[in-house]
């Protein structure tokens, strides 16, 4: 990338600071997952104050586009359904962090426009170190079974989770703890690996592109590989897939992407009755969380069916949950049933989540904004729009096999995958279109 002329500054911000900026919240977010809140916040922030330092206005920072508008409608929604929500306060409290992440990443993805070149190379740098470090953390946590986790609560017992499902204490010492503490971790090191090639394949040195693509690519793949979270793990396969598809067929992947998207929810009730009434919740083949997993859905889509139009209200799942269990008996789990039949805590997918809180509104106007969003990724640079496509894939892959909707780490990890997605398409804005990852990049350094 090309060094900035002395005239093009920066207002008085130090570039250096700007870039530790992305170098803390994908190392602490590695870290710390429940600090992707405090990390968007910072990101976005960052970014906004350095595009009015450059000039920018409030004007520029929320072009009307579809993609946008179908994402605010989205959060207005939410923002009405909490009203009917188990826990009204609750639900605002999650409608209003949805309406403010949206807001945060399409006003950073237009503050991008607004930076120098040296600012984004240096942030690239910045991320691309720490996405490195971060899983190597992770990798060394998996090859001493959690030392550093272990180490921490040893020394600070009130970090200690009031649950000791998933960790062993003897005689006041923790001694274990199960590798499934570290699916945050995993989940967040899988939303860096895509922006962080793209960034990779911006900044690297054209003998050195291909090597270190390679090495990140493949660190990161073995730490997920070793993981215990298999949402990741089919993330990782089929968001390479959609790579290799969009750099080939770039517009009939995305548009497929868009239809699948939709089909997430056109499908996901009839796929649940239909993979209970098989007994997949029986099978002797099938992993536990599998099975219970099937069992939730069946359940909870069955639940659905009694508030089809508009749901039982944001963030309810748990909530109502928790009452069903106090009323509850043993027989509402049946022999060789790994799991009563409850709704659980939560679905275990964005898709069905989203039918049974919002109802059928709610999916539509979701279905709508995302399968926007993933066209709108047209209007990247031609080099970046395979990562794009990757990126979605991921956070698609993930969302509907694991995490609640509305966990409050999951949805900003989301929006600052996008927002350090925006960062690494920037250099290839004026760019002429690359073929391969060897290609220089353009020297203007502007994303959109």
């Not at 548009?255 to 002797?284: E, K, M, N, T």
């Not at 109502?320 to 060789?336: F, I, K, V, W």
């Amino acid at each position: 990338m090309a060094t900035v002329a002395s005239s093009d500054t920066y207002g008085e911000a130090n570039p250096r600071l700007f870039a530790a900026v992305f170098f803390l919240a994908p190392l602490i977010t590695s870290i710390i997952p429940r600090l992707s809140p405090a990390a968007i916040a910072l990101v976005g922030a960052s970014l906004v104050l350095a595009a009015f330092r450059r000039g920018g206005s409030w004007r520029e920072f929320f072009v009307p586009s579809a993609a946008f508008i179908a994402c605010l409608v989205f959060s207005i929604y939410v923002l009405l359904n909490a009203s009917w929500a188990w826990n009204q306060s609750a639900g605002i409290a999650k409608a209003s962090l949805l309406l403010g992440a949206i807001l945060l990443v399409f006003a950073s993805a237009t503050a991008i426009n607004k930076l120098s070149e040296r600012h984004i190379h240096l942030a690239a740098i910045a991320f691309i170190a720490s996405a490195a470090l971060g899983g190597l953390y992770l990798l060394l946590q998996m090859l001493t079974d959690g030392a550093i986790t272990r180490f921490v609560m040893n020394t600070i017992p009130m970090v200690r989770p009031d649950n000791t499902k998933r960790i062993s204490i003897v005689h006041g010492e923790v001694r274990r703890i199960n590798l499934n503490t570290l699916n945050q971790n995993v989940t967040l090191l899988m939303l860096h690996v895509w922006p962080g090639i793209l960034m990779l394949s911006a900044v690297a040195r054209p003998q050195w592109r291909k090597p270190m693509i390679a090495l990140f690519f493949g660190t990161s793949a073995a730490v997920i590989l070793l993981s215990k979270h298999d949402s990741s793990q089919l993330a990782l396969l089929g968001s390479a897939l959609i790579f290799l598809l969009a750099r080939k067929w770039y517009s009939q992947t995305i548009r497929g992407l868009a239809v699948l998207w939709c089909l997430g929810f056109a499908l996901i009730l009839p796929l649940s009755f239909a993979a209970y009434d098989a007994g997949l919740h029986l099978s002797q083949s099938l992993p536990l969380s599998y099975k219970a997993r099937i069992i939730i859905w069946e359940y909870t889509s069955e639940k659905t069916l009694e508030h089809p139009w508009v749901g039982v209200g944001v963030n309810s799942t748990r909530e109502r949950d928790n009452a069903h269990e106090r009323e509850t008996h043993p027989s509402e789990q049946p022999e060789g049933f790994v799991f009563k039949r409850t709704t659980g805590h939560h679905a275990h997918s964005l898709f069905l989540q989203t039918w049974y809180e919002l109802g059928a509104v709610g999916a539509v106007l979701l279905a709508l904004a995302g399968a926007l969003v993933v066209l709108r990724s047209s209007r990247l640079p031609k080099h970046a729009q395979p990562f794009a496509a990757a990126t979605f894939a991921t956070f698609a892959i993930i969302a509907a096999f694991a995490w609640g909707a509305w966990q409050t780490w999951w949805l900003c990890a989301g929006a600052l995958a996008a927002v350090y997605l925006c960062l690494g398409a920037s250099p290839f804005r004026a760019a002429p279109d690359p073929t391969d990852l060897s290609s220089t990049p353009g020297t203007s350094g502007r994303a959109g």
